[in-house]
């Protein structure tokens, strides 16, 4: 995946480098760093109830620890044929063997792509038939339940599994670790700053599921946003509760808590009580969560009180528009900071930060405007970003407060195209090189120039359920084949807990019934990921469309 770059890609690595905002350090670097100067440090951390997961025992691994397993892991991926620009699939909870795969990976020079562990036969086949990995790792048992039936119907090239051993041909990663620990000699680092790093997936701004491929350089890029707006120092330790697969871990977590050669700490799925314990047991000084268990959790004093939160400094927060009283209230009962984050694996990265915007209620609501012209911040990404908006109807660059337009972007955070050779790779892409976010805002403030941004909603029709993107024309695409129905069309609907569920509009054939368990299990048929499923059930006559026959999934929202 490292050859063969478009010409764009070649320019715009000339001019990041050019302008000192790329530069050759990888992940590799920074984890050689972090053990030679802490390698007897606490590094790595597991969730207490992990065997509750995959039956394994909890992991508790210094710095030193952890590199051994590292050499060791990557010998073993090197003798099962991993190499230079090669692409391995892992899905796998937030346990210490999915750090370590990320840094064995980039030892060897190869591509990390992480899904979720929710995603089923339908999206890992997608996956594979983009992506071509030369192997699938993951669990043979999730959570008691058996976790190798959807990627063995895949047909992944080579399977390599953790957990309980299953059929007497399935190879074991520890099976194969322990067969390599004697080897002498470990693979020299075999990665370059501008090779591709990870695979993240997507929803995008077009609906379809894709590849976000990221170098080293652009992970380097964007994650000083959370390191400098939660005011991170040296020796901090981090609990990370959402999925290892996305922007907010990996650029949040993975990078940072090398930065600050500290302590992470693993958690994942959310289990409340145990995520809780864990910040006074681990002495943990910073964490991120969604805004709806924020809200929660402010208003729980009798559950707050029976963990000590007196060295939690900061919690980062994103995923759906936080409350004013929210961000305040976390201030003022436990002198915690809430910063305000929003982003995408595509490089967006807008930051309200502590020392940015101080206010509690003003960080809630508004983002810096980085990179407008006679605006400064203390954050150095503002500095190197571009931003504007557009409008959507016009085209025009958009300059007065309070007229919604979509967000475009441009910096070293920003991704350069998305996987393989589709028609929307440059599409999403202004022609001055702006990416074009689908994210609708409006300029906000009473300075001149006006300082803050705010957040109005999307221009595409993108479900986020949980701090989870799902696209409505994905789910739209495969009741199309539904039996009983003429047509359907799914929107998103508004939730105090996810943010957003799924409602799924029908139009039955005549003299048929419909029922939400036609529809999810029709769904569950396909192999979609059970977070995606609608949970929610109306029936019309007719879809409303436009003169171009697309569906307009805003009449359906307003019938909701």
Same mark, same amino acid.
């Given at each position: /995946? ?35 100067? =802490?390698?007897?440090?606490? $590094?790595?951390?597991? =969730? ?38 090669? #692409? ?79 059929? $007497? ?16 000699? @470990?693979?020299?680092?075999?990665? /370059? ?27 380097? &890029?964007? #994650?000083?946003? @959370? ?38 700490? %693993? ?13 006074? *047991? ?6 991120? $969560? ?14 707050? *009180? =029976?963990?000590?939160? *007196? ?52 960080? &809630? ?12 911040? =203390?954050? *150095? ?5 571009? @931003? ?18 979509? %967000? ?19 599409? !999403? ?49 495969? %009741? ?42 029709? %769904? ?26 697309? !569906? !307009? ?8």
């Amino acid at each position: /995946m490292h050859e063969n770059r478009h010409p764009k890609v070649e320019q715009r690595i000339q001019a990041m480098t050019d302008k000192g905002w790329w530069g050759e350090e990888t992940l590799s670097d920074l984890f050689a760093q972090a053990v030679t100067a =802490q390698g007897e440090r606490v $590094a790595l951390v597991d =969730q207490p109830n992990r065997e509750a997961l995959d039956g394994a025992a909890p992991k508790r691994w210094t710095f030193n620890q952890l590199s051994d397993e590292v050499d060791v892991c990557a010998r073993a991926l090197a003798k099962l044929g991993v190499g230079r620009g090669d #692409a391995v699939v892992v899905q796998l909870p937030n346990i210490a063997e999915f750090v370590m795969l990320y840094l064995a990976l980039a030892r060897l020079g190869a591509v990390i792509s992480p899904v979720p562990v929710q995603y089923g036969r339908h999206e890992l086949g997608l996956i594979a038939e983009a992506l071509n990995p030369v192997m699938f790792i993951g669990l043979t048992q999730f959570q008691g339940k058996d976790a190798a039936q959807a990627p063995k119907a895949v047909q992944f090239k080579h399977y390599v599994w953790l957990g309980p051993k299953g059929g $007497a041909d399935d190879v074991m990663l520890a099976e194969v670790m322990d067969e390599s620990r004697g080897d002498e000699e @470990t693979p020299a680092v075999n990665s /370059m700053a501008n090779d591709i790093m990870t695979v993240c997936w997507t929803s995008g701004t077009t609906g379809t599921p894709k590849g976000v491929p990221r170098t080293h350089n652009h992970w380097m &890029a964007i #994650a000083p946003a @959370t390191y400098e707006s939660s005011k991170m120092a040296h020796g901090d330790v981090l609990l990370n509760p959402f999925p290892f697969v996305n922007m907010a871990s990996i650029g949040g977590f993975l990078l940072n808590w090398l930065r600050c050669e500290g302590t992470l700490v %693993l958690h994942h799925p959310l289990d409340l009580p145990v995520f809780l314990g864990q910040i006074p *047991s681990e002495g943990v000084t910073f964490t991120i $969560a969604p805004p709806a268990l924020l809200n929660m959790l402010l208003r729980n004093d009798e559950l707050m *009180s =029976q963990f000590d939160l *007196s060295k939690l400094r900061c919690i980062a927060s994103g995923s759906a528009p936080l409350s004013p009283w929210m961000v305040q209230g976390f201030a003022d009962k436990y002198n915690i900071g809430v910063v305000n984050l929003f982003g995408s694996n595509e490089g967006v990265s807008l930051v309200s930060g502590l020392e940015d915007i101080p206010d509690p209620e003003l960080r &809630a609501s508004y983002f810096p405007r980085f990179g407008v012209e006679g605006i400064e911040w =203390q954050a *150095s990404l503002a500095s190197k970003l571009k @931003t504007r908006l557009r409008d959507i109807a016009t085209g025009d660059i958009i300059t007065e407060v309070g007229k919604p337009g979509e %967000l475009e972007i441009t910096g070293p955070t920003v991704f350069d195209h998305y996987l393989g050779d589709g028609p929307d790779n440059f599409d !999403v892409f202004s022609e001055d090189g702006y990416f074009k976010t689908g994210d609708l805002f409006e300029i906000a403030g009473d300075d001149d120039p006006p300082r803050f941004y705010r957040f109005v909603g999307r221009s595409k029709e993108i479900i986020i359920r949980g701090g989870y993107n799902i696209s409505p024309d994905e789910l739209d695409a495969l %009741l199309a084949a539904h039996p009983k129905l003429v047509e359907a069309a799914t929107v998103g609907y508004p939730d105090d807990d996810l943010g957003e569920r799924v409602c799924v509009f029908v139009v039955p054939k005549p003299d048929h019934e419909v029922t939400l368990e036609d529809i999810t299990g029709f %769904l569950r048929e396909q192999g979609l990921a059970v977070f995606k499923l609608p949970e929610r059930i109306e029936f019309i006559d007719a879809l409303p469309r436009n003169a171009l026959t697309k !569906v !307009v999934r805003g009449q359906l929202r307003e019938r909701l």
